[in-house]
């Protein structure tokens, strides 16, 4: 017998989307609050900046988007489909295979709108604070989630059996410490606040981390700054040389930076520049979740059993989409089915104990291997055992090996063509990239 659980699932961007598929799917009752007032999340283009262009000031005019208007994916099509609904074989105006952002956003539209999830859809309904109705600790397990939001001027409360997060952690900049930051006279952006290339237009910028952000903004600004410096620890992910754009420069990390502008970096080399922009990535970030079981710890969420459920309060507190370096829709969808069948009590979780020797077997293995803790959920070596082994929990038959083909694929022609990556895609049919 399975149980139907009444859930609020929070956010409507791709992870709440294909959690309240799944969860219906189960036969749950759902209420997904969304605070914008579309699905769609990430992928919904703002060209609004915040306030404090680094993110510093909490009290700052807060934006959610983090999209620069020119962004293309960076993972192919086929990767950026759910199992059974696939990117391929939609075309919503940009059919290249790795299309600008509009094409994820109308894709999932149509995936909330062909799944019939419009209406469990609270629009501009921001949540802001969940926690446990009672305070008894030995009522922990039988007591239910307030859920606490905001719509327009009113605010309402709500009572669930179970909790599911899907806010996103793309939003909330996480800065550098940078020696002599404080005195340095010239412009600080982080790159939840880049959108386009003009106001960047003859200046010197400094660009700070090599991740997929850096990777793109630094060539896109560098189509109207003068001079673009990238400061990188990565020494596998290479911007390489543009033809055409002579004007960006990699280096070592910033080793400090000085009153009169000049930025020096690790390998000897100094700029005079006028603007730094950071590319160094985000923070988890759950303003609205009052628990004391679980904490964020140098971008560490935990206690998560396999970066999903709280051990703590097992089926009744869940989170999608907090791994990256993965398939991340695939992920979304197993994470999502995961925990629907859970909460209808086909799959069963571990003890509170077993779930927290697991966490920490995970902690002291990432140790003994020397990866920092804000690595926590980077999946990338362990993505396929961990996909894996979500798909057979749920049920599911073996993933096709085309994913996981693909992905290792990508990562090595980022590797061997630096920024011309998509385009040496584009000539090749996709078979060809799997040899
Ligand atoms: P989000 O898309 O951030 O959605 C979270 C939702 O929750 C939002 O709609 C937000 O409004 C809502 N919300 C937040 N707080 C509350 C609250 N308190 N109450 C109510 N609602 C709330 N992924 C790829 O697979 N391929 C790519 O090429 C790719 N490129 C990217 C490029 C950039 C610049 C960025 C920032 C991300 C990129 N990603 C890419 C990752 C992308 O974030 C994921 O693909 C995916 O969209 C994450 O979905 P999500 O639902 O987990 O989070």
Do not use: A, F, I, N
């Given at each position: 017998m399975t149980r139907s659980c009444k859930v609020a699932v929070i956010g409507a961007g791709m992870s709440g989307l294909v959690a309240a598929r799944e969860l219906l799917h189960e036969s749950h009752q759902i209420t997904v609050f969304e605070?914008?007032?579309?699905?769609?999340g990430t992928w919904v283009y703002d060209p609004c900046v915040e306030s404090d262009l680094v993110g510093l000031d909490p009290h700052r005019v807060k934006v959610h988007g983090s999209l620069y208007a020119s962004l293309r994916t960076n993972l192919m099509r086929p990767l950026m489909g759910f199992s059974d609904f696939p990117l391929t074989g939609r075309d919503f105006g940009d059919g290249r295979k790795f299309p600008r952002h509009e094409e994820v956003l109308h894709f999932l539209e149509a995936f909330a709108a062909d799944n019939g999830l419009m209406g469990f859809v609270k629009f501009g309904a921001e949540v802001v604070q969940v926690k446990r109705t009672s305070t008894s600790t030995d009522d922990e397990l039988s007591a239910r989630w307030m859920v606490k939001w905001v719509q327009g001027e009113q605010e309402k409360i709500d009572h669930f059996e179970a909790v599911v997060i899907c806010n996103g952690h793309l939003s909330q900049p996480s800065l550098p410490q940078i020696p002599g930051i404080d005195r340095w006279p010239g412009k600080q952006v982080h790159s939840h606040n880049y959108r386009t290339p003009e106001p960047y237009l003859n200046q010197v910028v400094v660009i700070v981390g090599m991740g997929p952000s850096g990777f793109d903004i630094s060539v896109d600004v560098a189509n109207a700054a003068k001079e673009v410096h990238i400061a990188s620890r990565s020494l596998w992910f290479k911007v390489g040389k543009i033809p055409g754009m002579e004007n960006i420069f990699e280096h070592e990390v910033v080793s400090h930076v000085e009153p009169d502008g000049r930025v020096h970096f690790a390998d000897g080399f100094s700029v005079l520049a006028s603007i730094i922009l950071y590319c160094t990535g985000y923070s988890y970030h759950f303003p609205f979740l009052e628990i004391n079981n679980l904490t964020v710890d140098d971008n560490r969420v935990g206690p998560l059993y396999k970066h999903v459920f709280s051990p703590r309060y097992g089926p009744h507190l869940s989170f999608v989409g907090i791994t990256c370096a993965t398939i991340i829709f695939l992920t979304s969808e197993l994470q999502s089915k995961w925990i629907a069948q859970v909460l209808s009590g086909k799959c069963t979780l571990p003890s509170e104990d077993e779930m927290m020797s697991s966490v920490k077997e995970m902690y002291d293995e990432m140790e003994q291997a020397g990866k920092p803790k804000h690595r926590t959920h980077w999946l990338y070596d362990e993505m396929e055992g961990y996909l894996d082994w979500l798909a057979a929990e749920t049920g599911?038959?073996?993933?096709?090996?085309w994913w996981f083909h693909m992905f290792d694929a990508l990562l090595k022609s980022l590797a061997s063509f630096g920024h011309g990556f998509r385009d040496e895609w584009e000539k090749m049919p996709y078979s060809n990239l799997l040899k």
């Open positions: 605070k914008s007032h579309r699905v769609g599911l038959p073996q993933l096709e090996r």
